[in-house]
Structure formats: structure tokens, C-alpha cells
């Protein structure tokens, strides 16, 4: 594909993903009528199975947890007092939230989504998250993740929940993520990861592609970006467990893709929640 065409197959994607979650932001739908990366129907139920717990989810303003999640990278992260945080992917705060409570008032943590919609639902939760809080430290700020709006060096800790897998050009949001971490910052991700291809039958499937599956990278191709991108001390921990989950759950999205695959398959012999770990 030469550049135009890349260019514009990467703004499709974006559009594609952005008017995806903008339903979701606004509950006018779902992004593929399924759950996952995709808005489970049982936000409290998805949370607590990848790992957070009841008191946390409890303290949320509401409406902050979509069930959006495939892992926990708040508790990857063990954030400490006075840390700086990133949160790429945002949507309505569920980890900003989170985050903000660890660090406390003297640290800070900035939420970045491309979707204004969901930018939008964060910034309306921001004062319940006052109210409930204290706390005055976390912020939303609109744009890409391939172009974060934050100054080169200035974070300790990347997070992000089941987002880069949407991004068509996940090399530059490594190298993005890689700028605008400190000396010996950390990224702590969940996302969605490939142990192999998918059927070439799965690749044509926008729902899925929307729902964080499609555009997930293998799991050590991620490890390559990292590496490429500058990154070191490189832990990737792959679960299975949370595609198990969907599937037990009869989630609409990974329903279609099982029945999709080949006799004898089943999701968890492709797809895995991935958790990442790495430092600058």
C-alpha cells in the first residue's frame, strides 16, 4: 500500500472507532452491538472479573464504568503518591478516576480520548469525582493517541485499557508513548493481543474491528514495537481468561468471531488480554 492509500485507510479506521464510542458516550448504541472493548452489558460484573475491586468501583462517578475494559493497569501500575499519570484512551474517566485517588493531590493524571463525545461524559463526571474525592488533579485533554497533546518527558506512568489494539499505526503510539515518558518512566497497559493471525475470513469483519479483536497486533510483534520504540525491561503477560469470560457471557461480538473460526477453535487460541509492562 503506498502512502496516500495508508493514509487514508488510517483515517478510516479512526472514523470508523470514533463515531464507534461516540455511541457509546452518548447511549445511543453500541459501537458493534457487542460487549468487550465494545461496552459489556454488565459494566460492575466485567470490572471486578479483570481484577478491580468492589470499593473501588463503588467511589466511581456514574456512568464512568462502560465496561470498556480487558484488563486492570491500575493495578499493574502500583501508582504511588505524587506521580504524574497518563491515561491514553480515556473515555468517561473509569481509570482516571482511579488513578487520581492514588497519586492524590499532589500528583496529577491527564486523560486523552479522540471522541469528544466521551470527552464530553469525563468532563461531566469530573465534578462528581470532586465532590465524592476532594481531589482537584485529574484532567481531559482531546487527541489522538498517535499525537498525544502532552509535553516530551513530563509523565512517570503510561496506562491505557483496551485501546491501542484500535489504533492502525501502533508503532507511532509506542514511539509517542516512548516521548512523553520520563527517565525511567513505565507503561502499564492492558489491551488485546494475537498468540496468532486470525482467519482471513475475521480480517473483513468491521464489527470486530471496532470491537478491539481485528485490529489487535501479536503478541510479539508488540514486543518488537516496544523494543523499536526505545523501551526496556519488556514483561508481556498474556490472559486468556478474559476472552473465556466474553464467551461464557454469550457476548454478542465474540459469539460471531467463535462461530467464525475454524472447527475445533475456540477465541483463546488467537485472542488474549495482554497485559504490558515495560520502562524508559
Known sequence: MNTPDKSASNEQVKKTVRAGYAAIATGQGSCCGGGGCCGQPDPIR???????????????????????????PIAIAALQEGQTVLDLGSG????????????????RVIGVDMTSEMLAKARENTEQYRQRTCLDNVEFRLGEIEHLPVSDNSVDVVLSNCVINLSPDKPQVWREVFRVLKPGGKVSVSDLALLQPLPDRL????AALVGCVVGAALVEETRVMLEKAGFTSIVLTPKPDYV????????????????????????ADYVVSLDIEAKK
Open 203 to 206: 480480517q473483513e469483519m468491521a
Open 92 to 107: 468517561g474517566g473509569f481509570d482516571v478516576f482511579q488513578a487520581g485517588e492514588k497519586v492524590k493531590a499532589s500528583g
Open 244 to 267: 473465556r469470560n466474553m464467551q461464557d457471557w454469550n457476548d454478542p461480538l465474540y459469539k460471531q468471531i467463535a462461530e467464525a473460526l475454524p472447527k475445533g477453535r475456540e477465541m
Open 46 to 72: 466485567l470490572a471486578e472479573a479483570v481484577g478491580y475491586d468492589a470499593e473501588s468501583l463503588a467511589n466511581l462517578p456514574d456512568g464512568a464504568n462502560m465496561g470498556l475494559s480487558c484488563g486492570n
